[in-house]
């Protein structure tokens, strides 16, 4: 048998697969150029209408991807070769998957009949991101089919595309790819269905996760007309609240165990994403029993166990909320006043503590946007963040709650989305830590190509290891210790670097682009969790 592949009209097949990309709302392309996505790079280069944004390696671009759809509620497409450059795209789809961003990945490949040969650059890209995609298209010829209408954008979509040699094989032509409206998606749940066993939730505990803009404000209007306790994560972006002002927890861990272990609440109910504070897991243990009722734009439970699951946030108000007496919601925030009270002491009696450093760096950001990385930064964050006024804009990677990315992540989300004044802060902040910056060093190649616009720092708590490990295990293993610091990474890229032991009072003079190493000390912060417990 020949392996040897058929011609392919490889310009005419890559303008209809840019051509279903423009029906499919793409504003942006990631381009990671390499021999075998040729036509796709030739033809974006002398496109008009879309914006490219050009990288040497796919992992950081699928990263920088996502921060973009963050920014612009759109989808953005990632152009790879073939071979293991289509592998580095999976750990951003699993993001996606989770986060229900619509990650388009773009993957060129050799023709089909090289499939199984060992032939160079070809690896079996065909089922490749296995869950982490709806489906995947595979396209070799102008006549295979691109059902558009199919793809629900709550999920990445893969289009491999077959191209055969000479790989520029006609003239490459101008092409308008300016975006064309995509229709709304229909939600998978109408309000008619909503089961009414399923709409009466018996004196509720409310956690709220990530919220997407548009859905704040219904949030908001529930959340006012509810007497129950309520607990908003940071990334839901309604601390600050004017109208939720007083309604709000800010001691979740010590409250939530009051409240079900002395039966004022009965059960839960979460808007929004899955949430990332520890009682959430201890639902699949501890707290089996509880009734759990969940609203959410995603399709995600985010436990193992039966869960009363309604997918869109409209049809939140469609629950009938059996409340807390007056007494019984008073003494849930009489308790939660109690446990502020002696936090805020703690912080103060220990301000070098890594709590405390963010605490107070919380403070200045008012105002600005802010990311926030994995782990131990976010879980702090949630704990000791002021809570009194809104930030320009809160986000985080916290679909599967991984550690890869994070910065090219921020870095695509800082650029904003053009006439959308509330997501195009001048001042945006990454707040992540150590380990986190180590596994997103070439993040910052694609320096030169962002906005002048904006002011970016990246804030690196340097703990020198995996502190969040600290008290689980007790096995240097897991900590992962160093002595590493990151002011030659800085240099590399062209960035300012400053080291940071405390919070300076003044911060407008903070070069454009800075990496900040802030120090906190380790003694501190080992006695504030150490008394924090107590």
Not at 305 to 330: C, D, N
Not at 465 to 483: C, D, L, P, R, V
């Amino acid at each position: 048998m020949s392996l040897k592949p058929k011609v392919t009209e490889n310009i005419l097949l890559a303008t209809r697969v840019l051509k279903a990309c423009q029906s499919l709302g793409v504003k942006e392309f990631c381009v990671c150029a390499g021999a075998r996505n040729s036509p796709l790079v030739f033809l974006l280069a002398k496109s008009s209408g879309v914006k490219l944004h050009h990288f040497f390696e796919e992992r950081s671009a699928s990263f920088f991807a996502l921060g973009r759809i963050k920014a612009l509620g759109a989808p953005v497409a990632v152009v790879t070769t073939s071979g293991t450059a289509v592998a580095e795209l999976l750990p951003a789809a699993v993001e996606a998957t989770y986060a229900g961003l619509p990650l388009l990945l773009l993957t060129a490949d050799r023709p089909r009949v090289y499939r199984g040969s060992g032939a160079p650059q070809s690896i079996e890209q065909m089922g490749i991101f296995s869950h982490y995609v709806q489906t995947t298209w595979d396209v070799e010829s102008v006549d295979d089919q691109l059902p558009l209408e199919s793809w629900s954008q709550k999920q990445p979509l893969q289009i491999n595309v077959c191209f055969d040699e000479p790989l520029i094989d006609a003239e490459i032509l101008n092409l308008d790819l300016t975006p064309k409206l995509s229709p709304e998606v229909a939600t998978t749940l109408e309000l008619g269905l909503v089961p009414s066993h399923v709409r009466k939730v018996h004196k509720p505990f409310v956690i709220v996760g990530s919220i997407r803009k548009k859905d704040r404000e219904s949030v908001i209007q529930f959340l006012q007309n509810l007497n129950a306790p309520i607990y908003a994560e940071a990334i839901s972006g309604l601390r600050g609240e004017p109208r939720l002002r007083g309604r709000l927890l800010s001691n979740v861990d010590v409250v939530i165990s009051h409240c079900f272990e002395n039966k004022i609440c009965e059960t839960v109910l979460r808007l929004g994403s899955v949430p990332t504070l520890r009682f959430w897991r201890d639902l699949e243990g501890k707290y089996m029993h509880l009734p759990v009722y969940s609203v959410s734009a995603e399709e995600w439970t985010g436990l193992s166990r039966r869960v009363h699951h309604t997918i869109g946030l409209q049809h939140m108000h469609l629950f009938q909320v059996a409340p807390l007496s007056p007494a019984e919601l008073a003494s849930v925030y009489e308790l939660d006043a109690r446990a502020e009270e002696q936090k805020q002491r703690l912080l103060k009696e220990l301000p070098r503590s890594e709590a405390s450093l963010l605490k107070n760096i919380s403070q200045k950001l008012v105002g600005h946007s802010i990311y926030l990385g994995n782990s131990l930064p976010i879980r702090e964050w949630d704990l000791v963040a002021q809570v009194e006024t809104h930030y320009n804009d809160l986000e985080a990677n916290r679909g599967a709650n991984g550690i890869d990315g994070q910065i090219s992540t921020f870095l695509g989300w800082s650029e904003g989305s053009e006439g959308d004044s509330e997501s195009s802060s001048t001042e945006s902040w990454a707040v992540i830590g150590d380990l986190t910056a180590m596994y997103d060093l070439a993040s910052l190649w694609i320096t030169k190509s962002l906005s002048e616009t904006v002011s970016r720092r990246i804030l690196i708590i340097n703990n020198q290891g995996g502190q969040i490990f600290k008290n689980i295990f007790q096995n240097e293993a897991f900590i992962n210790s160093h002595q590493i610091t990151f002011e030659k990474w800085a240099e590399m890229w062209g960035w300012d670097y400053q080291r940071w032991t405390d919070i300076p009072e003044n911060m407008s003079t903070l070069p454009k682009n800075v990496v900040i190493e802030l120090k906190p000390s380790g003694a501190e912060s080992d006695q504030f969790w150490q008394r924090l417990q107590k």
